[in-house]
């Protein structure tokens, strides 16, 4: 289970968050490519921007729940 406390610089302020355990398989990536991305060095990924619509937040819950690693949290 993702932790608040652990969540990559890179994510922008909101709900929906990667931690440290990304193991940067690009699953998030393809469920939800309007609001994840890969940070520079490709260490893990991030959410870049939080959805703003119910596709969007639909994507990402489906990413959440296909993460292997349980790195994506929605504190919202």
């Known amino acids: 289970m993702a932790d608040v406390k652990n969540k990559v610089a890179e994510n922008v302020e909101g709900a929906y968050y990667v931690d440290d355990q990304c193991i940067t398989c690009q699953r998030c ?3 939800a490519p309007n609001n994840f991305k ?3 060095n490709g260490s893990s990924s ?3 921007k939080q959805p ?3 596709a969007e937040k639909k ?3 489906e990413a959440m729940d296909s993460c292997p690693a349980e790195a994506i949290g929605n504190d919202g």
Do not use: A, L, R
Request: some cysteine.
């Open 29 to 31: 990536i393809d469920e």
């Open 38 to 40: 890969m940070n520079e």
């Open 46 to 48: 991030f959410v870049y």
């Open 52 to 54: 703003e619509n119910d």
């Open 59 to 61: 994507n990402c819950e």
